[in-house]
């Protein structure tokens, strides 16, 4: 069965810094994807980055890199250059293939300024 | 729409009423997910549609809580009964294609925050 790990229940983390939201999985089918989304306060969940199993190169969006280790089954999210805007619930999530996605615990991230 | 939109925002209900909840996906989309979410917790799958059929139903917890999408567009999820544990935000999503596609990014909308007194 499919499982999505969080460790990190809150982050505080001060303004312009780079910060790792750490992720792990559990899977046995060899094809499946990675997400994370961010959820602020207003409840919407945005999408922000995907990895794909195959996939050979780490997943880049702007300021945000999924940093995927797959013998290791984690699949950490970068954040460059924090932002005060970044503060929110982040959301690790996996789909296996033609499956449902399940969402890890979230960790709560807040930038200071 | 540009978004998946919700209605209504929040709504609260009586125990033992009847609720309603309504999801307008993105135009064109033909994958629409019902999510529970927890407060401090992450969304939790409670069902699927691609275009007007119900392919999985599986994270529905009881049978008080029924989802239809009779023109494979707008969804409505229905809970019968309410009960104090029902209360969370009702999260919709929906995706361009099917699930046999990878990515496949789901998109959310806002949510309906049910309370049940």
């Known amino acids: 069965a499919q499982k999505i790990t969080q460790t990190q229940p809150g982050m505080f983390v001060q303004e312009k810094e780079a910060v790792t939201l750490d992720c792990t999985y559990d899977t046995s089918d060899p094809s499946y994807g990675l997400f994370w989304y961010k959820q602020p306060s207003s409840g919407e969940m945005i999408f922000l980055i995907y990895?794909?199993?195959?996939?050979?190169q780490n997943a880049t969006e702007g300021r945000y890199s999924l940093n995927f280790q797959k013998a290791r089954k984690s699949a950490n999210l970068v954040i460059s250059a924090s932002q005060l805007g970044d503060s929110a619930m982040y959301f690790c999530a996996m789909r296996e293939f033609a499956s449902k996605i399940i969402f890890g615990s979230g960790t709560r991230l807040s930038i200071r300024p | 729409g540009a978004g998946v939109s919700q209605s209504p925002r929040y709504k609260v209900a009586k125990r033992g009423q009847d609720v309603a909840l309504r999801c307008d996906p993105i135009s064109g989309h033909v994958s629409l997910f019902w999510y529970q979410q927890a407060l401090g917790q992450g969304p939790e799958f409670l069902t699927y549609f691609q275009n007007e059929a119900q392919l999985d139903k599986s994270g529905l917890p009881s049978d008080r809580f029924f989802a239809e999408r009779p023109e494979g567009s707008v969804s409505t999820l229905k809970i019968q009964r309410t009960q104090q544990e029902d209360s969370a935000v009702y999260l919709c999503?929906?995706?361009?294609?099917?699930?046999?596609?990878?990515?496949?990014?789901?998109?959310f909308g806002p949510g309906t925050r049910l309370t049940v007194l």
């Open positions: 999503a929906s995706s361009l294609g099917s699930l046999d596609i990878n990515p496949d990014t789901q998109y």
């Open positions: 990895q794909g199993s195959y996939d050979q």
